[in-house]
């Protein structure tokens, strides 16, 4: 949430004090919506010194988890539907990630960024938000898309060349998949002002990377975010690569939610790979910015587990024994072994969960089985409302290239 800051003594005249006033007013009432969840504005400001975590690697609860420990990071065990219907779609995830990176070596989907290692993060972005809260994802968030709802081939229409992003965002209340980096948290917060100005209680879920925080979009939209004291979480996935950056050269700060502090909004660090941890921080924070505490930056601790896409080799810049220790830290297998010994998952629940998540793959495997006609000349009909001269000048010049190309395969073909 902002942090109250006293700027006022420097602004004289009536018009900054009118506006020293109400920023003063915003600060005082997003310091009373987090009172009212127990929790002081000194304490909840700085992230928990470690990243929260209530079920271990080995799917064992923690027994004294962060919450214990320090005031202001205590968070409560969310229910048993949320969890099952959470572990349902990390396997559904897993399936997907798994399915789309195999369409895309069968030549079916030009590139794929897979979330595999990722689905806890994309699956509590997804179930943290009510029907009427925003989303917007990066390319990497497929599984979060298809999580809140939109239809799995609409959601890879993107990834498999066509001009436009196959869903309609107002449907779902999930922006179109980012490629430019960092983009999207303009939108959100855009979309995050206007429902304010409106009057309407939405949420708005931003999401990025660990290496979209070095970009001067990031800084906009979080500095914009405090100072209007909107109703965003920043959900900063820190996969520790940027392709092939690693953290260690992307960033000195003590940790990426700590970024949040300078701009006057709290900070919090959770185990990426934890959904119970991440529905709880998620959740609460979705609860704290709907009560007007303003915007909130989580960092979720993970890993990407495979390549950056299909086009890239991370055995060029990391190790194996890296990935393996990764591997013993995924989200999957910690949270079966955690539903299973609290007897909530059977072998009989996990086969009905596994034939949905075949039946996502199959559906996949079918729509991306057929061709969608494209037509070339689409690349420059939705740029601008009216094509500027060098937009035509490129349309005729792929015209006429392709033309060409049409009457040498004619000629070509051998004459009976
Ligand atoms: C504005 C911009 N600059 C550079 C790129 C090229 N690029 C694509 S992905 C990527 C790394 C992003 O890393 P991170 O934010 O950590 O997300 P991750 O891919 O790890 O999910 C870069 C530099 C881009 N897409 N957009
Ligand atoms: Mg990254």
Redesign the pocket.
Same mark, same amino acid.
Request: glycine fraction near 8%; charged fraction near 15%.
């Given at each position: 949430m902002t942090i109250s800051a006293d700027h006022t003594a420097q602004q004289p005249g009536p018009a900054a004090a009118g506006a020293a006033d109400s920023t003063a007013g915003a600060a005082d009432a997003a310091s009373e919506a987090v009172r009212k969840f127990g929790i002081t504005v000194e304490d909840y400001m700085l992230p928990a010194r470690h990243p929260i975590q209530i079920v271990g690697p080995d799917g064992a609860l923690n027994p004294d988890t962060e919450q214990g420990a320090q005031p202001g990071h205590e968070y409560g065990l969310p229910g048993d539907a949320e969890l099952l219907a959470a572990y349902e779609q990390l396997v559904v995830g897993r399936r997907v990630n798994d399915q789309n990176s195999a369409l895309v070596r069968q030549g079916r989907m030009a590139v794929y960024?897979s979330s595999h290692g990722q689905e806890a993060c994309q699956v509590a972005a997804a179930l943290c938000l009510s029907d009427g809260d925003w989303m917007f994802p990066?390319? $990497?968030d497929s599984v979060a898309v298809m999580a809140r709802g939109v239809d799995p081939v609409q959601a890879m229409t993107l990834f498999r060349g066509d001009w436009h992003g196959g869903y309609d965002p107002s449907e779902h209340k999930v922006g179109i998949q980012c490629?430019?980096?960092?983009?999207q948290l303009l939108h959100a917060v855009g979309v995050a002002h206007a429902a304010k100005l409106r009057g309407e209680d939405t949420v708005v879920l931003a999401m990025?990377?660990?290496?979209?925080?070095s970009?001067g979009d990031f800084h906009e939209a979080l500095n914009f975010a405090a100072v209007f004291h909107l109703p965003v979480i920043f959900f900063v996935?820190?996969?520790q690569?940027?392709?092939s950056?690693p953290l260690a050269h992307?960033s000195v700060a003590p940790s990426l939610a700590h970024k949040a502090v300078g701009y006057g909004m709290a900070g919090e660090r959770v185990d990426g790979n934890d959904v119970v941890a991440l529905l709880a921080v998620l959740g609460r924070a979705v609860q704290l910015a709907r009560s007007g505490s303003g915007p909130l930056l989580v960092e979720a601790h993970t890993y $990407?587990m495979q390549a950056?896409t299909n086009a890239d080799d991370a055995t060029r810049y990391r190790q194996d024994s890296e990935v393996a220790e990764w591997v013993a830290k995924d989200p999957l297998s910690r949270m079966k072994a955690y539903l299973t010994d609290r007897g909530l998952l059977d072998d009989d629940g996990a086969s009905r969960i596994s034939a949905k998540a075949e039946a996502v793959a199959a559906q996949l495997r079918e729509g991306l089985g057929e061709d969608v006609p494209v037509d070339p000349q689409d690349l420059f009909k939705y740029v601008f409302s009216a094509p500027n001269p060098q937009l035509k000048e490129q349309a005729a010049l792929l015209a006429d290239e392709l033309a060409r190309d049409a009457a040498a395969t004619t000629s070509e073909e051998p004459t009976r």
């Open positions: 960024p990066t390319y $990497r490629t430019p980096l960092t983009t990025c990377g660990d290496g979209a925080t970009e996935q820190n996969n690569y940027a392709i950056v992307q $990407r950056h």
